[in-house]
């Protein structure tokens, strides 16, 4: 074999080692998306989340609420930011938008309410992934 063609693989392997070195080291240190909560394995991660505005409210059948469904999110009562939040419909029909948001810097996450095609009561739902809800509800009123 060619010396210079053996010098070039053994520096091709040599890189190839230290690549799957350093990609083998970023699993073990749990590079994980830092927009959701945290996974902590078994350290429990005391998640809270509270109403801050929006229950309550009474509006026109289909159209949407006047203000918009508020949750501040906490990690052990201070305000957490960058956790996903799930909104969804859970009685009456209508449409909550968006369907996921982050709670921002001072750990308030929000979405609007449409209200359905029926009058009554309705609900929608606001979840931290793996955590506590907060369950919303209007009254539907209209034809």
Known sequence: MNPARSSTLAAIR???????????????????DLLQEPDTGTIPVRLELEE?????????????????LRVRALDEGQPASRLWVEWSVIAGGGDVEPRNSFSDGIGIAEAT??????????????VVRRGPSVIFEATAEGP
């Open 52 to 68: 801050v505005s929006g229950d309550g409210q009474g509006g026109v059948v289909g159209a949407p609420l006047a203000q918009p």
């Open 113 to 126: 309410w449409t209200l359905g095609p029926s009058g009554g009561a309705q609900q929608v739902r606001a």
């Open 14 to 32: 040599a890189w190839m080692a230290r690549a799957a070195a350093i990609v083998a080291l970023m699993g073990l240190t749990g590079c994980g």
